[in-house]
């Protein structure tokens, strides 16, 4: 289970670097002329899941649902990074629990509850994560801002090309 956690709380360090080192305007605000949500409201939108999964641990119901859609994560930086500081705390707190830990999982309104695992939940998070920071970077990019070279790459995709390098050299 340990596993799991880890590769989500990397997935959230990488972010809140990222994030610490972003001006103000290119975190809260969208591309002039682009649809593309700004890499705050893409923060908020991953940490609403990591929040999800983490509130409902102890009831073993996590309802993707319930997500609490703070504007102030979105706009403030400092919000972002702090919540993101909470979020690894929360995950690092549960480490310890198996990761065969049965969850019933309300993935979208309207929907039937599932079950599932710990494990399972931890990686659709952390993959959740991953894409949205795909997504961060691609805004990011747009405004002529270069993110970190394996920010919002997913782990198979980064081993991939670890392997590429080596039968490079």
């Not at 649809?35 to 940490?47: D, E, I, V, Y």
Request: glycine letters at 6%.
């Amino acid at each position: 289970m340990s596993r799991a956690a880890n590769e989500c709380i990397e997935f959230l360090l990488e972010g809140g670097a990222l994030i610490e080192a972003l001006a103000d305007e290119d975190y809260a605000f969208p591309c002039e002329g682009s649809a593309w949500s700004s890499p705050g409201a893409h923060t908020r939108h991953f940490l609403d899941f990591v929040d999800c999964l983490l509130t409902g641990i102890d009831a073993q119901r996590i309802d993707y649902t319930a997500r609490k859609r703070r504007s102030d994560v979105e706009e403030s930086r400092m919000v972002g990074c702090r919540e993101i500081a909470l979020a690894v705390e929360g995950l690092e707190r549960i480490r310890h629990l198996d990761g065969r830990l049965p969850l019933e999982v309300r993935p979208e309104p309207n929907q039937d509850w599932t079950r599932s695992t710990l494990s399972r939940e931890l990686q659709f998070v952390s993959g959740h994560v991953v894409h949205h920071q795909a997504l961060i970077r691609m805004t990011l990019a747009h405004r002529g801002v270069e993110a970190p070279s394996n920010y919002g790459v997913a782990p198979s995709t980064r081993a991939h090309r670890e392997e590429m390098n080596e039968r490079d050299d």
